[in-house]
């Protein structure tokens, strides 16, 4: 099975930051891999998909890169409506697999 | 509008079955593999199980594995999950999911 490794597990940053969230994979996944943003008690919405592919309505600050065991997801200035959760998925073979997530708190 | 509505959680005591019904609405359901992903109370997303388009395909987590079934209609544009042997460690909102689409969820509480 793949196991997906997810960091930071937490984070604070302030509006207009960079931020950068890291996952990397047990093995290659090629560009098997989606971001998910979580708000608390919200359903989790995909913002990136093929690893860098944006979904449809994703503000472009939001960016993916990677590919094989590594990837990014990088938010180019944070906003107020972006502190949340993030998580890593792994969609290259089963059983399928979330990072542990990332939650990015207001500083 | 595209939809997906689960239904069938409810409390249920440990050993007992409970089956989830998803019911989707609003796009091609026999285009797109599917998937069950739950988060327990205050913890992360776990992908439980995933189905292909023509059910030819199926996966399930290792905490899942030889006691849950995924299955659909797509007469019925329906996804399913019976869960067998219920643990308290399955309490969790279940969500029926195309990935990019999610439905809200429906809870499942395992206790005696």
């Known amino acids: 099975d793949i196991q997906m490794t997810q960091s930071p597990s937490a984070m604070s940053a302030s509006v207009g930051d960079r931020v950068t969230i890291t996952c990397r994979a047990s093995q290659g996944i090629s560009n098997y891999l989606a971001w998910f943003q979580q708000k608390p008690g919200k359903v989790p919405k995909r913002l990136i998909y093929a690893a860098s592919s944006l979904q449809s309505g994703v503000p472009s600050r939001f960016s993916g890169s990677g590919s094989g065991t590594e990837f990014t997801l990088t938010i180019s200035s944070l906003q107020p409506e972006d502190f949340a959760t993030y998580y890593c998925l792994q969609h290259n073979s089963y059983p399928y697999s979330f990072g542990q997530g990332t939650k990015l708190e207001i500083k | 509008e595209v939809q997906l509505v689960e239904s069938g959680g409810g409390l249920v005591q440990p050993g007992r079955s409970l089956r989830l019904s998803c019911a989707a609405s609003g796009f091609t359901f026999d285009d797109y593999a599917m998937h069950w992903v739950r988060q327990a109370p205050g913890k992360g997303l776990e992908w439980v199980s995933g189905i292909s388009w023509n059910s030819g395909s199926t996966g399930y987590a290792d905490s899942v594995k030889g006691r849950f079934t995924i299955s659909r209609d797509n007469a019925k544009n329906s996804l399913y999950l019976q869960m067998n042997s219920l643990r308290a460690e399955d309490t969790a909102l279940y969500y029926c999911?195309?990935?990019?689409?999610w439905g809200k969820g429906t809870t499942v509480t395992v206790s005696s």
């Open positions: 999911a195309t990935l990019d689409v």
